[in-house]
């Protein structure tokens, strides 16, 4: 398969899922390699014939479908917010959690791939936070839309180099080696329940004091449905809780109800809805690392003015495939 073909493909088909061409443009090797090895099974010779298989065939659209995600995560991945989630922010929501009575944190991590991001946040509670705090209890849900990773999260178990930037106060006192690999101790487990969830269908009920979606809506979603997700998840926040993005992530312009929560990250907090509604996000502090070379859309808007997006990155809204996912 030629890579151009491959391109090609990508560009017309990704819409139909939600997805947009622009988070792919840095993977979409792996994704044509998938495509070229299941051509070879179907004994297909060009991708225009697949197309037409995934017009008819529900089962190979879903294969395809997830033949579309990119499952790549590590531990520690942003190793400034997660000092800032130690230091700042969960010391911070602890306080609040205690002031108000609220007895429990939840946070939701949402594409958790192998689990590296949930056991991540409970890692830090169980070993640096829970002495200082043992009011809240922290719960985590972790969702994913790919019952392959779950399994792997549920079974936490890494190779090191997954850990290699997770503290080495958190990988020694969280782990046992098993024959080469890392297992996370059963004691941090109790905190996090995994559940499969494509987020273009379902969501959990909040509210969530902590939202991690990194490195899936904002990358790879097509820009119409970034900005249902974004309003979708400030429903699914409580007033004051946070948004956290990938570190090259943004949220679309103009949407409402988030105002950004550390200069440098991108964490936005949930505001409280006034009488004349959400109020619009505030100006930005400099995203410093995100700004420079994010694949974050900065273009996409949502609210009023625009009902939408710009670029031609919508999701195919006439296809019977994205229409679920509206
Ligand atoms: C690039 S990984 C991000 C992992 C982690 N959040 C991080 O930033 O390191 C994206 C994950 O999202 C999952 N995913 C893709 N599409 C999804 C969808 N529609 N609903 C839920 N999860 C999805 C993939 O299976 C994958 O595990």
Known sequence: ?????????????????????AGYRKVHRTVCKRLSRRLRELRLLELEAYERRIDTDPAERARLDAMLRIPVSRFWRDRELWEWLAETALPELARDA???????LRAWSCGC???????????????????????????????????????????ALYAPSSLRELPADLRERGFVEKDGLLRLRP????????????????????????LFC??????????????????RFRERLRPGGLLILGAKE???????????????????RRLSRGPGGFPRARPRPPFSRAGRSGS??????????????????RSAGNAPLSRAFS
């Not at 941090?188 to 969530?208: N, Y």
């Not at 949407?255 to 950004?260: K, T």
């Open 187 to 210: 004691e941090i487990r109790a905190a996090v329940s995994f559940l499969r969830q494509d987020l273009r269908r379902e969501m959990p009920d909040g509210p969530f004091d902590l």
């Open 296 to 313: 974050g859309d900065r273009s996409s808007s949502c609210g009023r003015r625009s009902g939408g997006s710009r670029g031609g990155c």
């Open 214 to 231: 990194r490195n899936l809506v904002f990358t790879y979603f097509a820009r119409d449905l970034r900005c249902k997700m974004a309003g």
């Open 1 to 21: 398969m030629r890579r151009a073909d491959c391109v090609a493909f990508l560009k017309r088909v990704l819409p139909r899922f939600g997805l947009c061409w």
């Open 98 to 104: 205690r002031a108000s009575g609220s007895g429990t």
């Open 113 to 155: 791939a192998a689990g590296e991001e949930p056991w991540g946040l409970a890692l830090l509670w169980h070993l640096r936070l829970a002495a200082r705090f043992p009011d809240p209890a922290l719960e985590i849900l972790a969702t994913d839309a790919d019952p392959a990773m779950l399994e792997r999260a549920r079974a």
């Open 250 to 268: 943004r949220l679309p312009e103009r949407v409402e109800g988030y105002a950004p929560a550390a200069a440098g990250l991108a964490v936005h």
